[in-house]
C-alpha cells in the first residue's frame, strides 16, 4: 500500500502544498504569485479520473464499492450531490459525520464526501490504524479558509498587548481548519456546532469576561443576542485585514463577544428582502434557516435551527404546510422530493449551491475508490499529532457538555 499524498493541516494554501497565505482564496495556478489560469491546484488526479459522461460510471462506483466492503466507510455530508449521497453508507452534518467516522474504528478507510475541516476533524477523532480520504482537495470550505492561523495568532498578540487575553475564551465553530481548532483548544476554549453553540458559549463566559468567535461572525452574533440575551452593542468584529483588527483596545475591553470576520458563502446571501419576498409571493409560508444566516435574516425567519434542525422540522410538519427554506441548495431539493405532500421552496429565487462541497461529484469519488481497490492511498488528509492534540483537547471539552456527547439538536 503506497500514499501519494498526505496533507498538512490549515488552509487551503497548506491543503495545496503551497506557502500559507493571509488570503488563502487562491484557487487558481500552481505557485502563489505566478497564476497558471490553465491549471487549478489541487484537482490533479494520479492515475484515471473518469470522465463525467462515463456511462459506466455508476456501475464502476457500485463495483468499487462492493470489492471495499467493510474495508471502506463512506460519510456524505447532507450538501452533497443526489449522486454522491447514493454512494453513502451514512448522511449527516458535520458533527454527526465526525461521531459516525468515530464509531467505526473497523474501518480502514473512511472516505469523506465533505469538505476538508470535515476530513481533518473525522482524522483526528479516528484511530491511528485508519486513513481518511478526501475524493477531491480542492474540496475547502470559504469559511473556514477565512481565519488563517497566523492571522488568529495575530488577534491573540493583539488581546495579550491589551491585558485581555486572560480573561478572553477562544470558541471555534466546527467549520474551521484543524489549526485553528488547536489554537482554540492550547488557549482554553472549546468547539461548537451549530445546535450547542448556546451552550459552548454558556461554557465559555463561565471562565471568562468575553469570547472570541470564530470564524462566523453570524452564529456567533446570532447565538449571543437571540439565545444568551446579549445585547448587539456587546459585540465587536474583529477584521483581520485592518490594523489591531479595526478595533480600539478600549472597544475590546468592552465586548463580551468578539467576532471573527468570517461568513459562508452560502448562507450569507440570504437577504431579508428574499424573507419578505416570499412571504408576498406564498401566503401563510413558514420560513425555517441556518443560524450561519445573516442576523437580519434570522429575526425575519419563523425558525432558525442546524442542519439537522432544518431536516426533522420538515419531518415534523403537518401535510400541505408550505415552507421556504435557507440552507445549501441539494439538501433543499432533496427534502421537497422527500416530502411531496408539502410545499418546500429554495428561500432565494437563484440557484445556490455550495460550489466546494460540489467539487465532490461521482468521477472523483469512483476515482477515490477504484485507487483503493489498486492498493493505492490517494488524497488522505493527515492532521499532524501535535496539531491533531490540541484540537482534540478543545472537541473533547465541546463532548463533554451536557447533551453534546450523543446527537445534535
Ligand atoms: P452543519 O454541517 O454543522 O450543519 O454546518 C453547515 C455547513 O455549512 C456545513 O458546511
Ligand atoms: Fe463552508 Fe458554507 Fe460550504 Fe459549509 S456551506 S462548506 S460553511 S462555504
Redesign the pocket.
Known amino acids: 500500500m503506497t500514499v501519494d499524498a498526505v496533507v498538512p493541516a490549515d488552509t487551503a494554501a497548506a491543503r495545496l502544498g503551497v506557502a500559507p497565505s493571509p488570503l488563502a482564496q487562491l484557487l487558481l495556478g500552481r505557485t502563489l504569485g505566478t497564476a497558471d489560469l490553465a491549471s487549478e491546484r489541487g484537482v490533479d488526479c494520479p492515475g484515471d479520473l473518469p470522465s463525467p459522461s462515463d456511462p459506466g460510471l455508476v456501475e464502476r462506483a457500485r463495483r468499487a464499492r462492493a470489492a471495499l466492503g467493510d474495508r471502506a466507510f463512506v460519510l456524505g455530508?447532507?450538501?452533497q450531490r443526489d449522486e454522491v449521497i447514493e454512494f453513502a453508507d451514512v448522511t449527516g452534518?458535520?458533527?454527526k459525520l465526525a461521531q459516525k467516522a468515530a464509531a467505526r474504528p473497523d474501518a480502514e478507510f473512511v472516505l469523506f464526501c465533505?469538505?476538508h475541516f470535515?476530513a481533518e476533524s473525522a482524522d483526528i477523532l479516528t484511530g491511528d490504524h485508519q486513513q481518511v480520504v478526501l475524493p477531491d482537495l480542492a474540496a475547502g470550505?470559504s469559511?473556514a479558509d477565512m481565519a488563517g492561523l497566523q492571522q488568529v495568532e495575530d488577534a491573540w498578540a493583539a488581546f495579550e498587548a491589551a491585558g485581555l487575553a486572560d480573561s478572553t475564551v477562544p470558541v471555534a465553530y466546527?467549520?474551521s481548519t484543524a489549526a485553528i481548532k488547536s489554537f482554540t483548544g492550547r488557549h482554553g476554549g472549546t468547539i461548537c456546532?451549530?445546535s450547542n453553540a448556546d451552550r459552548s458559549l454558556r461554557w465559555a463566559f463561565e471562565r471568562g469576561e468575553r469570547v472570541l468567535f470564530l470564524p462566523d461572525q453570524h452564529l456567533g452574533r446570532n447565538t449571543a443576542v437571540l439565545q444568551l440575551g446579549l445585547e448587539l452593542d456587546d459585540c465587536v468584529v474583529w477584521n483581520p485585514h485592518k490594523p489591531h483588527g479595526g478595533v480600539t483596545p478600549e472597544q475590546l475591553r468592552r465586548a463580551k463577544m468578539v467576532l471573527w470576520r468570517g461568513h459562508?458563502s452560502?448562507?450569507g446571501r440570504f437577504s431579508a428582502a428574499n424573507v419578505a419576498d416570499v412571504r408576498e409571493r406564498i401566503p401563510g409560508v413558514n420560513v425555517l434557516v441556518?443560524p450561519?444566516c445573516r442576523h437580519e435574516v434570522v429575526t425575519a425567519a419563523d425558525s432558525v435551527g442546524?442542519?439537522?434542525h432544518i431536516i426533522r422540522t420538515l419531518e415534523a410538519a403537518p401535510p400541505g404546510s408550505s415552507w421556504a427554506v435557507g440552507t445549501?441548495l441539494n439538501l433543499v431539493s432533496r427534502l421537497a422530493a422527500a416530502h411531496p405532500d408539502k410545499s418546500i421552496v429554495f428561500l432565494e429565487r437563484t440557484v445556490c449551491y455550495?460550489s466546494t462541497?460540489n467539487r465532490i461529484d461521482l468521477p472523483h469519488l469512483v476515482w477515490a475508490m477504484e485507487s483503493l481497490v489498486d492498493g493505492r492511498v490517494v488524497n488522505r488528509i493527515e492532521v499532524d499529532p501535535d496539531t491533531a492534540h490540541w484540537a482534540r483537547v478543545a472537541l473533547d471539552r465541546m463532548l463533554s457538555l451536557p447533551g453534546s456527547g450523543t446527537t445534535r439538536g
Open positions: 455530508h447532507h450538501y452534518d458535520s458533527f465533505g469538505v470535515m470550505c469559511m466546527m467549520n456546532t451549530s459562508c452560502v448562507h441556518h450561519e442546524s442542519t439537522e445549501e455550495c462541497m
